[in-house]
């Protein structure tokens, strides 16, 4: 199973960016596919996930209906789009999966990360 991150980097406060996640090595567009992000000296906390065949789709507390996750069956990829961004969003995004139907709060399988930073 590979997951591979794209679309990070650096904005301001109050601008977008939009993740990409791709994955080879398992049926990915029947899987679970999460967003999990990390800061530094922080816990690790569940951004958003959907379900296969997008049957449910989660979103963390703080993302206060300024992130959309989705999915791109033709493409097999899942983004993350991120609208009006923090200083307190900045962290290492990671894509995640278990390679089934579910998402879980204990992925099995994770990407390298990726780097958001917002300056105010």
């Known amino acids: 199973v590979q997951l591979v991150e794209s679309g990070g980097g650096s904005v301001q406060s109050g601008g977008s960016l939009r993740l990409s996640c791709s994955g080879s090595g398992f049926t990915f567009e029947y899987s679970g596919i999460g967003w999990f992000r990390q800061a530094p000296g922080k816990e690790r906390e569940r951004v958003a996930c959907i379900y296969s065949n997008d049957a449910h789709i989660f979103y963390g507390d703080f993302v206060k209906g300024r992130f959309t996750i989705s999915r791109d069956q033709s493409q097999k990829m899942v983004h993350l789009q991120m609208n009006n961004l923090q200083p307190e969003d900045t962290a290492t995004y990671y894509c995640?999966?278990?390679?089934?139907?579910?998402?879980?709060?204990?992925?099995?399988?994770w990407g390298q990360g990726i780097q958001v930073t917002v300056s105010s």
């Open positions: 995640t999966t278990d390679a089934w139907a579910h998402c879980s709060l204990t992925p099995q399988y």
